[in-house]
Each structure stands twice: as C-alpha cells, then as structure tokens.
C-alpha cells in the first residue's frame, strides 16, 4: 500500500518537473535537415531543453545543456509505415530509455558531440548497450530523487552541485540522461572527463625515469550533460559549419529591427496541442 502510494506521488511529482517553461527561447537552432545529414551513428546530441527539470539541471552544472541523447543511426530499424524512424536513445523521467525521432527536437537549440578515434567495433557496442535498455523505467517511488528538481535554482554550493545530482536512493541515471550514456561509452573503456593522475611508468625501459597519465573512470551518475561539451576526447560538431560555411554568402538586412510588441510568450506544451488538434477534428 505505502509502496503504490509512494508511486502515485512520485508520478505527480514527475509529470510537474518535466512540464514545460514559458520563457524558452530557441536562438540557435539548426533546420533539421542539415542537422540529420550531420549526425552520425554514436554522436552524442546536447539538448537545451524547455522543462522545469531543465532549469534545475542547467543551474546545478551551471551549463546551457540539460540533455542528452545519443544517436543510434538505423540501429532501431525503420519507423512503422511512412512515420519518421526512431534515431536517438534518451532517457526520461517519465518514459525511463525510450527511443525517439530526431524531430523530437527539431525547435531546440542542440549541439553535436562526436567521440574521436572510436572504433567501428565500439562504436556498435555503445549503441547496443542503450538500445538493450529500452524499456527501463525510472523508479518513480524514489521520491528524494525527485523533489531535488523542485527547486530551480536550489541554494547549494558550487562544489556539491554535482553531487546534487545523485542524491537520493534511486538509480539517478535514469532522470539524468548523461548517465546512461556515460555507461554505454566506459563499457567500451572510451574517457569522457575521467580522473587523472600521473605516475612512473613501468613500461620504461631500464635506468629512465618516465612519467605517464594514469585515467580513472568517474562515477556513471556524477556525469551530465555539459560533460561531453568540455570533454577533450569529443569534437562539438557544427553542421553550418561542416556544410560548407562563407560569410561572404550571406544576405543581410540593414533595415533596423521593429521593436516586439507582442505580449508574453505561451508555453509549448506538445501534449495540450495535440488534445486540442484531437478535440477539435472530433467535432
């Protein structure tokens, strides 16, 4: 009984934090057709997203991206009739590892994370290990997990933020994309921001004294989004810029803008718009 009712909160809980915000504002977003000629299998795409678990996420690694997924090429087959097939693997608060078409994103600012020097062979093996996880769900009766993301922009101090981010009894990789991709990437033994030390090397040959970079691998859940970003061993991708970019080309208007002077922005909610196309197609 204290178990479903646990669940039933932890539903509530999770469907508020992951409603949508107001104020988001899409200010680089790439057209989607360049964006999917650009994307590669095993990519990581950085989302800057429009959630209230996002303005949680984005404080607490003081960050501008909030979430992750990692393109899976046609791993997931194709879609089912003349819809759009499945690309990403992410995981969702609500949803757990889910797969989703790139349109899911396509009104998003984005950035393309891109592992270098990875393996055909691991690079199969990394979109194996989240595909293989499709279907799991968070555990919405952890409600410490939960209740952190209340909080927008919680008073916490700079050094524990991170470890904000793992608070709780639950399994945090599910509600912090990064995690789960994070996993799939140190399966293959593939650094992200490991820990690094240095130390004598024992490969040396005898009578030389030689030092080597030692790298140990971090916690899947301390991992966020961000972390691909600032990682050295991923190129950010930019697809204006891989699809051939002169300035000289562009058309500008030396017009002065007109000030806006339409009133506040509404809330994109995805599910209220589609009850709404349904209700009215029903009348």
Same mark, same amino acid.
């Given at each position: 009984? /204290? $178990?479903?009712?646990?669940?039933?909160?932890?539903?509530?809980?999770?469907? %508020?934090?992951?409603?949508?915000? @107001?104020?988001?504002?899409? #200010?680089?977003?790439?057209?989607?057709?360049?964006?999917?000629?650009?994307?590669?299998? $095993?990519?990581? =795409? =950085?989302?800057? $997203?429009?959630?209230?678990? +996002?303005?949680?996420?984005? %404080?607490?690694?003081?960050?501008?991206?909030?979430?992750?997924?990692?393109?899976?090429?046609?791993?997931?087959?194709?879609?089912?009739?003349?819809?759009?097939? !499945?690309? &990403?693997?992410?995981?969702?608060?609500?949803?757990?590892?889910?797969?989703?078409?790139?349109?899911?994103?396509?009104?998003?600012?984005?950035?393309? @994370?891109?592992?270098?020097?990875? +393996?055909?062979?691991?690079?199969?093996?990394?979109?194996? #290990?989240?595909?293989?996880?499709?279907? =799991?769900?968070? !555990?919405?009766?952890?409600? &410490? !997990? =939960?209740?952190?993301?209340?909080? *927008?922009?919680?008073?916490?101090?700079?050094?524990?933020?991170?470890?904000?981010?793992?608070?709780?009894?639950?399994?945090?990789?599910?509600?912090?994309?990064?995690?789960?991709?994070?996993?799939?990437?140190?399966?293959?033994? %593939?650094?992200?921001?490991?820990?690094?030390?240095?130390? +004598?090397?024992?490969?040396?040959?005898?009578?030389?004294?030689?030092?080597?970079?030692?790298?140990?691998?971090?916690?899947? +859940?301390?991992?966020?989004?961000?972390?691909?970003?600032?990682?050295? %061993?991923?190129?950010?991708?930019? *697809?204006? &810029?891989?699809?051939?970019?002169?300035?000289?080309?562009?058309?500008?208007?030396?017009?002065?803008?007109?000030?806006?002077?339409?009133?506040?922005?509404? @809330?994109?909610?995805?599910?209220?718009?589609? /009850?709404?196309?349904?209700?009215?197609?029903?009348?």
């Amino acid at each position: 009984m /204290a $178990g479903n009712t646990l669940k039933w909160i932890g539903q509530q809980l999770a469907g %508020y934090i992951n409603g949508p915000i @107001c104020n988001y504002e899409p #200010f680089a977003v790439t057209p989607h057709g360049i964006l999917e000629t650009t994307l590669q299998p $095993g990519d990581v =795409l =950085l989302v800057e $997203g429009n959630r209230r678990v +996002s303005v949680a996420i984005k %404080y607490l690694t003081q960050s501008t991206w909030s979430h992750a997924a990692l393109h899976a090429g046609d791993a997931l087959g194709p879609g089912p009739g003349w819809d759009e097939p !499945d690309r &990403l693997v992410e995981a969702d608060v609500v949803e757990g590892v889910r797969a989703v078409p790139l349109s899911t994103y396509r009104d998003f600012n984005t950035r393309i @994370c891109r592992p270098i020097g990875l +393996s055909d062979e691991d690079r199969a093996a990394v979109i194996r #290990f989240v595909v293989e996880r499709i279907g =799991l769900k968070y !555990d919405l009766k952890n409600i &410490l !997990d =939960l209740l952190r993301y209340l909080l *927008p922009t919680p008073t916490v101090p700079t050094r524990w933020r991170r470890r904000m981010l793992r608070l709780g009894s639950g399994d945090p990789t599910r509600a912090i994309c990064s995690g789960l991709i994070a996993q799939a990437f140190q399966s293959v033994r %593939y650094p992200i921001l490991p820990h690094v030390t240095v130390g +004598s090397d024992p490969e040396a040959a005898p009578g030389i004294q030689a030092r080597r970079e030692i790298l140990k691998i971090r916690h899947h +859940s301390l991992f966020a989004p961000r972390d691909f970003d600032v990682s050295p %061993y991923f190129r950010v991708v930019k *697809p204006t &810029l891989e699809m051939g970019f002169y300035y000289r080309q562009l058309r500008w208007d030396d017009t002065l803008l007109a000030l806006e002077t339409a009133g506040p922005r509404k @809330c994109h909610n995805p599910e209220q718009e589609a /009850a709404a196309v349904t209700t009215s197609a029903g009348r």
